[in-house]
C-alpha cells in the first residue's frame, strides 16, 4: 500500500506505478509513502528536448560535473 500526498489531498494506492502515475497526474510537489520508504518530488518529467523539461525550465544537470565537482571541493 503506497499513500500519495499532496497539498490538499490524499491518495491510497496498491503499486508503486500506480503512485508513480497519480503523482504525476497531480502535477504538484508530493510525498510518496509506504511501510519501507518515503520519496517526494514533483514528478512527470519524462523527456527533455532542446535542454529543456516540459515546462520549459532550463535542465542542464549531468553526472560528470557532479561527479567531478565532490572531488574538486575536497582537493
Given amino acids: 500500500m503506497y499513500k500519495v500526498i499532496g497539498k490538499t489531498i490524499t491518495f491510497d494506492v496498491m503499486t508503486l506505478d500506480e503512485a508513480m502515475r497519480t503523482a504525476k497526474a497531480m502535477n504538484e510537489f508530493v510525498t510518496i509513502k509506504s511501510v519501507d520508504f518515503e520519496m517526494v518530488g514533483m514528478f512527470g518529467v519524462d523527456s527533455i528536448k532542446n535542454g529543456l ?10 553526472k560528470a560535473s557532479r561527479i567531478g565537482r565532490v572531488k574538486k571541493e575536497r582537493t
Fill in 53 to 62: 523539461c516540459p515546462d520549459g525550465v532550463k535542465y542542464d544537470w549531468n
